[in-house]
């Protein structure tokens, strides 16, 4: 009898816990500018993607979103700060297009260092902590 009660208090202890495996983080910057204005992510994506294309819509596509949104995204970007990022020139029989200014260039670009920047200080504080911080 002793023997089958062993038994069943070992089959009730809860079992040992397992390493968990190696979590991954990756930042999601947002930078607050002025009252309501948001620099983020996917505003600096639509700027890249721009630089690369010269089109509004031609970027919108490339980042599954509407020309409609694009252009709305750009209109915000280009009144969130004291100069313009993007021109764009309306199409037509001639074309159009869009250009990302220096100003507009220098914007996405100080974003991307913010964000590595950010990435390696993640890495430092969250090593202790079994989370591995992603390239990007």
């Known amino acids: 009898m002793k023997k089958a ?3 069943s208090a070992a089959a009730a202890k809860p079992a040992a816990k397992a390493k968990r495996k190696t979590e991954r983080a990756f930042p999601r910057l947002r930078i607050l500018i002025g009252d309501g204005m948001v620099l ?3 505003k600096v994506d639509l700027l890249e993607a721009i630089g690369r294309t010269g089109s509004i819509s031609a ?3 490339e980042l599954g979103m509407s020309y409609r949104r694009a252009w709305l995204l750009v209109d915000a970007l280009n009144h969130m700060f004291p100069d313009v990022l993007v021109t764009a020139a309306p199409g037509g029989s001639h074309g159009g297009g869009a250009k990302l200014t220096d100003y507009g260039r ?3 670009a100080a974003y991307r260092r913010v964000e590595a920047r950010a990435r390696a200080a993640m890495r ?3 090593a202790p902590f079994n989370v591995r911080v992603d390239q990007d």
Do not use: H, I, T, Y
């Open 40 to 42: 983020g992510p996917g």
């Open 124 to 126: 430092e504080e969250l």
């Open 59 to 61: 970027a919108g596509r």
């Open 106 to 108: 220098g914007v996405a």
């Open 5 to 7: 009660k062993r038994a």
